[in-house]
């Protein structure tokens, strides 16, 4: 079946580097995404990557694939109190067609 | 570039009744998809809507239905509601490729009493 974990709390302080974790089970998945929900609204694309892939940079985030593992994870360099969100882990299920498995989220909170 | 636009933002309903919701994709997108997040949970796939037909659909019972319009707009409607259905529900928006990143609007919060 297709499932994805993620820790569910993490607090970090300000100036800091976060690193959210997320374990997938689709060996086929051929994307896997980052999204950043904060109160009361919508899923924010943060990033994504290939399966073929093991790393990709975007500025403060760097996502680390290990394919072997299926674990993925998301690190924040240079935390900010702005981060303070929910983080959602989504993969791509061989079903395809862009509909995305989630997991339950990681609460991140920033104190200054 | 108007990202996804849903309508309306908040809806409170009794038991039994139904509801419609609305969802705007963005702009050059042609696939709507539909997701419920129930409080504390990650988004769950209802259906997705491609050239006005349903393309795939997840473990939702009838009672949930769509349509897509040729301006490729989307509607969501849910039958008979019970309390279990209270909950955020998303739109997102792709291109009809596979694997194409999903956009997602702000999503319209249902309460049923």
């Not at chain 1, 073929?52 to 985030?61: A, E, G, H, S, V």
């Not at chain 2, 309508?7 to 994709?25: A, D, E, F, M, N």
């Not at chain 2, 409080?39 to 019972?61: A, K, M, S, T, V």
């Not at chain 2, 019970?82 to 999903?102: E, H, I």
């Amino acid at each position: 079946g297709e499932d994805v974990e993620q820790s569910l709390f993490l607090s970090v302080r300000e100036g800091d580097s976060s690193v959210i974790n997320c374990t997938y089970t689709d060996s086929s998945s051929t994307y896997l995404y980052w999204y950043k929900q904060e109160p009361g609204a919508g899923l924010q694309l943060l990033t994504y990557i290939f399966s073929n892939m093991d790393m990709k940079q975007d500025q403060r985030l760097t996502v680390l694939l290990n394919k072997k593992d299926k674990h993925l994870s998301l690190r924040i360099a240079d935390t900010q109190t702005g981060d303070s969100a929910i983080y959602f882990c989504a993969e791509i299920p061989t079903s395809g067609y862009s509909t995305l498995t989630f997991g339950k989220g990681t609460m991140l909170l920033v104190s200054p | 570039d108007a990202g996804v636009t849903q309508s309306p933002t908040h809806l409170i309903k009794t038991r039994g009744q139904q509801v419609t919701l609305r969802c705007s994709p963005k702009s050059g997108h042609d696939t709507v998809s539909w997701y419920q997040q129930a409080l504390g949970q990650g988004p769950q796939f209802i259906f997705q809507y491609y050239e006005e037909e349903e393309r795939q659909r997840g473990n939702f019972p009838d009672r949930f239905s769509g349509h897509q319009f040729p301006n490729y707009s989307s509607e969501l409607n849910v039958n008979a509601l019970l309390l279990g259905d209270s909950a955020l529900y998303l739109c997102a928006s792709s291109t009809g490729t596979s694997n194409s990143p999903l956009h997602f609007g702000n999503g319209t919060r249902l309460t049923v009493t």
